[in-house]
C-alpha cells in the first residue's frame, strides 16, 4: 500500500474555515446563549453525526491538547471513537477518557459527572439549536422573539405538559435562560445535567453543523432551567445506585442483560463509573491487607 | 386624559398594492366603548384598513394614532399620562407591546389565530404567560374562566382546536384576544363560515362581552345583520374608499349613498 498520502490541514479544516469558526465562537461567547450563524462546512462524518461539534472543536484544538469524547456518556461508542482517532491523525492532539486529563470535551447527549475545571472546553454536539422551532416552525420569527425577548411561547410548551401530565414532562433537551436574556437548547442532555451548567468553571460551546449556528456560555454564567412558580424545574432523580459501581446521584442508562427482559441500571459515565469502581477495589485490597 | 379623547384616530389612512390603492383615505375617531363596523362588498378593501389599523399592513399615506402611554424606551409602561401617538413613530417591540397588551385580532379563520395543536387552555393562556404570568395555577383558572366564558366546556380544556367544530374554535380565538384585558379588539369577519344559529350565539357572546369589557371594536363585516347587531356607527366601503359614515341605524334605515341603498335593498326582506 503506497498511495500518495494526504496532509491535512492542522484540525482538518483550513485556516479561513477556523477563523470563521473562531469568529462566531468569540461573538458567542460575547452574547451568552445566542445563536451565532456559520457557514458550516463539510466533515467526513454525516450531518446530524456531531459535524457542528466537529467543527468547533477542529477550531479550538492543537496539539498540545488532549481530547475526550463522550456519546451519551460513553467514551467506547463507535461515534466516539473515530472522533477521536480524527484528532488524534489531523490535529496530532492526545486522547483520553479520563474526564480531569481532557482539556477538550466533546460531547453528545451528557455531562461528564466528574466536576469540570476552569481549564476544560466542553463542546457539544447540536442537532437543533432552536428551542422555540416545534413552536414556531418560521425561523424569521423566532429570531425576532429573541431579538424582543418574548419568551412567553417556551412557556406554552412547559404549560401544555403540566396539563397533560400534572408536571413539566420534557426529560431532554430541557430550556435554559442564560445571563438572564436568552432561552437557549442545552442540546438534547438529560434535565438531569442541567444544573451542571449553571456557573460552570468550563467554557461551554456548541455548535449545531447542519442548522448552521453556534452559540456558548462562558465559565461562570448563570443558566436557569425554566419553570413555573408553581411548578419550578426539577431534574430527574435516581432511586437505585449504579450497580456495578454503586455510585449514587449519577445519570443510570438502563441495560438489557437477558432475552428474558432482566435490566441492569449503570452509570452512563463510562469513565466515572470505572474509576469509581477502581477506587473501590482498591480501597478493599488495603482493607484487607491491613 | 379624558373621555373626550378617541381612543383610535385614522387620518387620511392609505395603503396601496403596487400601483393600485387597497384603501385610500380613511379617517375616522374610534372612542372607548365604541364599536365600529366596516361594511361592504368583498374587495371593498375592509380587510385592508383593518390590517393597517392592526399595524400588520404598511401605512402608505396617512396617520393612525393611538391613545397610549409614551413609551419610555424598554418597552415598559411607565404608567402615567397617556397621549394619541402616532403610531408610525413607535418602535417595532412597542407596536408588540400593543398586540399583547392592548390590542386583539379575532381572524376569520381561527386556525389563523389559534395554535391548532395546543389546548384550547394553553391557546387562551398564551397570551398571559407572554405578559409574563409565570405561575401556571393563576394561568389556567383565568384561562378556565375564560373557556366558560365563552362557552367552552370545562372538560375540552385540554384538547387541542383541531378537535373542536369551526364555533368553538372562534369562541376559543375571542377567549384568546380577551383574556388579557385589552382595550381594542380587531375582529376580521369573525362569524362568517359559521352556520346561521351559531353565528347568532356567537354574536350574542361578543355583544355581551364587549358591553360587559367596555371594549373598543372595529368589526369587519359584509354581513349588514352583524353590523345592526352589534355595532354603534358603521363605515360602508366600496373601492378602498369609504363612502358613507354614521350612527349604524341611520346608515341601515336611511342609506344616502346610491351605493349604501343598494347594499341594504340587495337584504332578502323576511
Known amino acids: 500500500m503506497s498511495g500518495p498520502r494526504i496532509v491535512y490541514n492542522e484540525g482538518y479544516l483550513d485556516e479561513l474555515t477556523k477563523r470563521v469558526v473562531r469568529r462566531a465562537l468569540l461573538k458567542g461567547v460575547a452574547i451568552p446563549g445566542f445563536q451565532v450563524p456559520f457557514a458550516s462546512r463539510e466533515v467526513p462524518m454525516p450531518r446530524g453525526w456531531g459535524t457542528g461539534g466537529v467543527q468547533v472543536t477542529a477550531s479550538v484544538i ?59 472546553i466542553v463542546v457539544y454536539q447540536v442537532p437543533i439549536p432552536e428551542p422555540l422551532r416545534f413552536l414556531e416552525p418560521r425561523e424569521t420569527e423566532t429570531r425576532r422573539l429573541h431579538a424582543l425577548e418574548e419568551y412567553g411561547l417556551m412557556y406554552v410548551k412547559l404549560y401544555e405538559d403540566i396539563a397533560r401530565y400534572g408536571h413539566i414532562a420534557k426529560t431532554y433537551d430541557y ?13 438534547p442532555i438529560p434535565s438531569f445535567d442541567n444544573p451542571k451548567m449553571h456557573q460552570s468553571s468550563a467554557l461551554q460551546l456548541f455548535g449545531a453543523g447542519r442548522e448552521k449556528r453556534i452559540y456558548a456560555i462562558p465559565p461562570y454564567t448563570d443558566v436557569e432551567s425554566l419553570g413555573f412558580d408553581d411548578f419550578p424545574f426539577e431534574p430527574q432523580r435516581f432511586e437505585q445506585p449504579c450497580e456495578i459501581c454503586e455510585s449514587i446521584e449519577v445519570y443510570l442508562d438502563e441495560v438489557f442483560i437477558d432475552d428474558q427482559g432482566g435490566v441492569m441500571f449503570v452509570c452512563s459515565d463510562t469513565d466515572h463509573c470505572e474509576r469509581t469502581l477502581t477506587a473501590r477495589d482498591h480501597d478493599r485490597i488495603t482493607e484487607v491487607n491491613a | ?149 365563552v362557552e367552552i366546556p370545562t372538560d375540552r380544556m385540554n384538547d387541542a382546536p383541531t378537535l373542536f367544530s ?73 373601492d378602498g374608499a369609504v363612502i358613507e359614515s354614521g350612527l349604524t341605524d341611520r346608515v341601515l334605515d336611511d342609506p344616502q349613498a346610491a351605493y349604501t341603498q343598494l347594499l341594504v335593498s340587495s337584504i332578502l326582506q323576511g
Open chain 1, 62 to 120: 492543537g496539539p498540545l491538547d488532549t481530547l475526550k469524547v463522550i456519546d451519551q456518556g460513553a467514551d467506547d461508542t463507535t461515534n466516539a471513537v473515530s472522533i477521536r482517532a480524527f484528532f488524534e491523525k489531523v490535529a496530532g492532539a492526545s486522547s483520553t477518557t479520563r474526564t480531569y486529563e481532557a482539556t477538550i470535551i466533546q460531547t453528545r447527549h451528557r455531562i461528564p459527572e466528574t466536576p469540570l475545571a476552569e481549564n476544560q
Open chain 1, 175 to 187: 430550556p435554559v435562560l442564560v445571563n438572564n436574556r436568552y432561552v437557549m437548547a442545552p442540546s
Open chain 2, 1 to 149: 386624559m379624558n373621555d373626550e379623547t378617541p381612543l383610535l384616530s385614522v387620518t387620511g389612512a392609505s395603503h396601496r398594492y403596487g400601483e393600485r390603492y387597497g384603501c385610500r383615505d380613511v379617517s375616522f375617531d374610534l372612542w372607548p366603548g365604541e364599536v365600529l363596523a366596516v361594511v361592504g362588498e368583498s374587495g371593498s378593501g375592509k380587510s385592508t384598513l383593518l390590517g393597517m389599523l392592526a399595524q400588520r399592513l404598511a401605512l402608505d399615506e396617512g396617520s393612525i394614532r393611538y391613545r397610549t402611554a409614551q413609551p419610555n424606551g424598554t418597552g415598559e409602561k411607565p404608567g402615567s399620562a397617556e397621549d394619541l401617538l402616532d403610531l408610525s413613530t413607535l418602535s417595532e417591540r412597542e407596536i408588540r407591546r400593543l398586540w399583547r397588551t392592548d390590542w386583539g385580532f379575532v381572524h376569520q379563520n381561527a386556525a389563523d389565530g389559534l395554535r391548532m395543536h395546543v389546548s384550547a387552555g394553553g391557546n387562551v393562556g398564551e397570551p398571559l404567560m407572554a405578559n409574563g404570568w409565570r405561575h401556571f395555577g393563576q394561568i389556567r383558572a383565568e384561562a378556565e374562566e375564560w373557556l366558560r366564558r
Open chain 2, 166 to 238: 369551526g364555533g368553538m374554535r372562534q369562541r376559543v380565538q375571542v377567549a384568546r384576544n380577551l383574556v388579557f384585558g385589552p382595550r381594542l379588539v380587531f375582529m376580521d369577519e369573525p362569524t362568517s363560515g359559521l352556520d346561521v344559529s351559531v353565528q347568532a350565539r356567537l354574536l350574542d357572546l361578543i355583544r355581551s362581552l364587549v358591553s360587559e369589557l367596555g371594549l373598543a371594536v372595529v368589526i369587519v363585516t359584509h354581513d349588514l345583520a352583524v353590523a345592526r347587531l352589534i355595532s354603534h356607527r358603521t363605515l360602508v366601503m366600496k
